[in-house]
């Protein structure tokens, strides 16, 4: 059981390039999040997703795209990358409790380092 | 105005020493709090979860919620070194409508040293 991993660990990119970042999980958890993390920032949502096939704005959507074509997997694109995004990248995700409750317990990956020069 | 203000710190005590980090917050709907841990260069896990007001105990870990001041606070009680970590204090909205999105403060960063 890998819980939430997260590809790739390190990249550097120049401005202007795209890129993916790829998001699994094998705890078959409904909900799925993108955060970055930046020094004196705390965690801020970038998208987040109830359900494959669905995906929704957070906090700070401008500049990036995403996808949730299967359940335990949500990608988060990067079309033209800026120096504004250099970032740690987590992706987490929750589950919903019997009864049809949320927890609100999120699990963390353990994030990206993106540099974008 | 940040909707979760927490004091970045950073926060170094001795080995033993009773420490207490704290949060507070503008949005009085937040029902749910939560404390994270993160390890340097590591995600975030969690390490308190409460509901409403109240105390909760584990271990050496005491959380406290006081939602009249918009308040919440996470002792710990004989500090070790490997507690040392930044932590973060994570809000939710009750009910499905939240998606379990959560608010977080910016996080404290503190070091035990033997």
């Known amino acids: 059981n890998a819980g939430v991993t997260q590809t790739p660990k390190f990249r550097v990119l120049k401005t202007g390039q795209s890129m993916t970042l790829l998001c699994a999980q094998d705890?078959?958890?409904?909900?799925m999040y993108w955060y970055r993390q930046d020094p004196g920032m705390g965690l801020r949502l970038i998208h987040y997703s109830v359900g494959e096939g669905t995906t929704a704005k957070g906090e700070v959507p401008d500049g990036y795209n995403v996808s949730r074509l299967k359940k335990q997997n949500f990608l988060l694109g990067l079309e033209s990358a800026a120096p504004s995004q250099t970032s740690v990248y987590f992706c987490?995700?929750?589950?919903?409790?019997?009864?049809?409750?949320?927890?609100?317990?999120?699990?963390f990956g353990p994030g990206t380092r993106l540099t974008v020069l | 105005q940040k909707e979760v203000e927490q004091d970045p710190g950073p926060l170094s005590v001795p080995e033993g020493a009773i420490v207490s980090l704290n949060c507070t917050y503008s949005?009085?709907?937040?029902?749910?709090f939560m404390w994270y841990r993160q390890y340097s260069r590591k995600g975030p896990e969690l390490l308190m979860y409460t509901y409403s007001s109240g105390n909760k105990e584990d271990g050496r870990f005491t959380a406290q919620v006081d939602k009249s001041s918009k308040y919440i606070s996470l002792f710990i009680r004989d500090s070790q070194p490997s507690d040392s970590a930044t932590y973060l204090c994570a809000m939710s909205l009750a009910g499905g409508t939240s998606y379990g999105k959560l608010t977080f403060g910016q996080g404290t960063i503190l070091t035990v040293h033997p």
């Open positions: 705890m078959n958890h409904e909900y």
């Open positions: 987490a995700s929750s589950y919903v409790v019997s009864g049809g409750g949320l927890r609100n317990e999120q699990f």
């Open positions: 949005n009085s709907a937040f029902q749910y």
